[in-house]
């Protein structure tokens, strides 16, 4: 069974700085990985995921996560936050390659508050 | 709005009390997807349909819920005896079966009971 841990469950951060926010998972199996965002009072929005190919993958609103088979990690990086990007990252794994959404394991979030 | 919409977005219940709860998918989706999220953590999944077939349901499903789907459109989740414990966020989500790594989520519907 496949499990996901997100460390930081609330992470601060001044405007205009980078941040991290970690993941990582443990599986038996091959996985594909998932970050998702929700802004307060909307619904999950997919940011970005990892099938195959390149490691490093990127989202359209500057986001980018690298999946590490060694360490089991998917970190998810920004080099410069803004307001809007204020919300909560769930990082979430599932069986590769067959992604039956049922198999779909999200960890617990990580709060983001991008301070003016 | 072409999203996943639900209905209602919150609900106050007073704890026994029968609750219903419905989700349109996007049109051309296949897939619906039941959710559960409660405060501090990731969303748990319940059950999911494709068309009007309910494939898979999560244990978590006790036998208080049902979840129906009876055109292959939209749906319901229906919980019955309310608890406490049953406050939560019920997040709809669904896709294209062969797009299944897009799925796209409804805004919740917040069920508090009293």
């Known amino acids: 069974a496949q499990s996901v841990t997100q460390l930081d469950s609330q992470v601060p951060v001044f405007e205009e700085a980078p941040v991290e926010l970690r993941c990582n998972y443990s599986?038996?199996?091959?996985?594909?990985l998932f970050w998702y965002v929700q802004y307060p009072n909307q619904g999950l929005q997919l940011l970005l995921k990892y099938l195959s190919g390149s490691t490093l993958v990127e989202s359209i609103n500057g986001f980018e996560a690298e999946f590490n088979k060694s360490q089991t990690s998917f970190h998810l990086r920004k080099p410069s936050v803004h307001i809007s990007d204020t919300a909560e990252y769930f990082c979430?794994?599932?069986?590769?390659?067959?992604?039956?959404?049922?198999?779909?394991?999200f960890g617990p979030g990580t709060s983001l508050s991008v301070i003016p | 709005d072409t999203g996943v919409s639900q209905d209602p977005r919150h609900k106050i219940t007073k704890r026994g009390q029968n609750v219903t709860f419905r989700c349109d998918p996007i049109s051309e989706h296949n897939r619906l997807y039941w959710y559960r999220q409660t405060l501090g953590q990731g969303p748990e999944f319940l059950t999911y349909?494709?068309?009007?077939?309910?494939?898979?349901k999560s244990r978590l499903l006790s036998d208080r819920f049902s979840a129906e789907r009876p055109k292959g459109s939209f749906s319901t989740l229906e919980i019955q005896r309310t608890e406490q414990g049953d406050s939560a966020m019920y997040l709809c989500?669904?896709?294209?079966?062969?797009?299944?790594?897009?799925?796209?989520f409804g805004q919740g519907t917040r069920l508090t009971v009293v």
């Open positions: 349909f494709q068309n009007e077939a309910q494939l898979e």
């Open positions: 989500a669904s896709s294209i079966e062969d797009r299944i790594t897009e799925a796209f």
């Open positions: 979430a794994v599932s069986e590769a390659p067959k992604t039956s959404y049922d198999k779909v394991i």
């Open positions: 599986s038996s199996v091959s996985v594909y």
